[in-house]
């Protein structure tokens, strides 16, 4: 099994940056990808980013694409989530995510961490 647990969420003003960190163990963590979702109060848990085992391959979504960047250390068993120009649509609860193909599964991905909240000022 693969356990995950994020940090790094926090209040930030609009414009500003964050970067949150997924720290991850389990046997077979390295040959999954990881990834990241949000979801914000009333709305549905939605895909952000993704990288590929070998961090060669990422993936983002519209919404976020130029803003944040998504990498990992597969020594430290760790992925991070730079994000920069931070707006208020931004804030959500932000949960780490691991599955053989994060597109695939989207929101039935097979291993989440406990989610760490992000918070954008006006």
């Known amino acids: 099994q693969v356990q995950l647990v994020e940090s790094g969420g926090g209040l930030v003003q609009a414009g500003g940056s964050l970067r949150l960190s997924c720290a991850a163990s389990g046997r077979t963590f390295s040959r999954y990808e990881m990834g990241w979702f949000r979801q914000a109060p009333g709305k549905d848990r939605e895909f952000v980013a993704a990288i590929s085992w070998t961090g060669s391959t990422t993936y983002y979504a519209d919404s976020v694409e130029g803003r944040f960047t998504i990498s990992r250390d597969n020594a430290k068993n760790t992925v991070y989530l730079q994000m920069n120009s931070l707006k208020p649509e931004d804030a959500a609860v932000y949960y780490c995510?691991?599955?053989?193909?994060?597109?695939?599964?989207?929101?039935?991905?097979?291993?989440w961490g406990q989610g760490t909240q992000v918070t954008v000022s006006s």
């Open positions: 995510a691991s599955d053989r193909n994060i597109y695939v599964a989207g929101r039935e991905c097979t291993y």
